[in-house]
């Protein structure tokens, strides 16, 4: 009974807030990210887990170019970079035989990109080193949302996305562009309709089948969809979904990496178009 007056609170209150933030448009100049030593990165490990994601760090580092990123980040931010690399660097391995040397691609519900440098460079350096030409696009439909520190998540991802070359951040949900992407990720969408209310979004924007149906239309032949999930019950809800709307999975499995443990485990889905 708490919990569904919880639910109908968020779900009144997102009829109000949610229109203002489309109307208002709230964003501010002079976003700065702040800059950490990564010394004690890996202090809270214990051995042999400290060395190991240390060297893990270090060859990310040196693999996929994060220098900028080292040096333009807090420790949390670095880490959880190293993290979504970590997964993606997988997902690719998993999912795929290789890139070309040019591609397209789009994030799905970014929030305010944090981890914009990770999929970047993965996208760019994976199995690729001289590096190939990566257009990439982040489409949240939340993106005027203010934070504590007055400024709003479209500032927050402009900032994280600083420098990277042909990274765009649209501030309006996914609509369907027929073969237009090489690889397409949703790292970890709202599965659930509860969450999809407690992050501020309100009940008429949630179809989470409909937005795979306008991924999956959207990818090009050969095109990849790479899917993280927390918790079995979303990754089991999920698979379910990509049943529904006749999206076949080419490899689903658990993803552990020494950078962090979660309390929920994560899920990688990945499905490949075919060539038609």
């Known amino acids: ?20 933030r489309q109307l208002f448009h709230w964003r501010r100049n002079g976003l700065r990210l702040k800059n950490e030593s990564k010394e004690t990165l890996f202090n809270d ?37 190293l993290y979504y690399l970590d997964m993606l660097e997988s997902s690719l391995n998993t999912g795929l035989p290789h890139l070309p040397p040019k591609i397209t691609a789009a994030d799905i519900g970014p929030s305010h990109w944090f981890y ?12 690729f080193p001289q590096g190939r030409e990566v257009t990439l696009f982040g489409f949240e439909r939340d993106a005027y949302r203010v934070y504590s520190d007055l400024y709003s998540r479209y500032d927050h991802a402009l900032a994280h996305s600083n420098h990277l070359l042909d990274v765009t951040y649209i501030p309006h ?19 659930f309709l509860s969450d999809h209310l407690e992050w501020g979004l309100p009940l008429s924007l949630f179809n989470p089948a409909a937005l795979l149906a306008s991924v999956w239309v959207s990818l ?15 990754h089991e809800e999920q698979t379910e979904l990509l049943r529904r709307v006749n999206i076949p999975g080419k490899a689903s499995y658990l993803f552990n990496s020494l950078f962090y443990r979660y309390d929920q485990p994560r899920y990688i889905t990945i499905a490949c178009k075919e060539n038609e």
């Not at 609170?9 to 229109?19: A, E, G, Q, S």
């Not at 914009?116 to 199995?127: E, M, N, S, T």
């Not at 996914?174 to 949703?186: C, G, K, L, R, V």
Request: no cysteine; net charge neutral; charged share 20%.
């Open 1 to 20: 009974m708490v919990r569904r007056i919880y639910l109908f609170f968020h779900l009144v209150r997102n009829l109000v807030d949610y229109p203002l």
């Open 45 to 81: 490990l214990k051995e042999p887990d400290s060395s190991q994601a240390q060297a893990a760090a270090q060859r990310l580092l040196e693999t996929y170019h994060l220098d900028s990123l080292y040096s333009n980040s807090t420790q949390d931010n670095y880490r959880e970079n």
């Open 116 to 127: 914009v440098k990770a999929l970047y460079a993965a996208l760019k350096w994976w199995q």
């Open 173 to 191: 949900g996914f609509e369907p562009q027929p073969n237009s992407f090489d690889i397409i990720t949703q790292l970890f969408p709202f599965i």
């Open 220 to 234: 090009k032949p050969g095109g990849l969809l790479i899917i993280a999930n927390q918790g079995k019950q979303e």
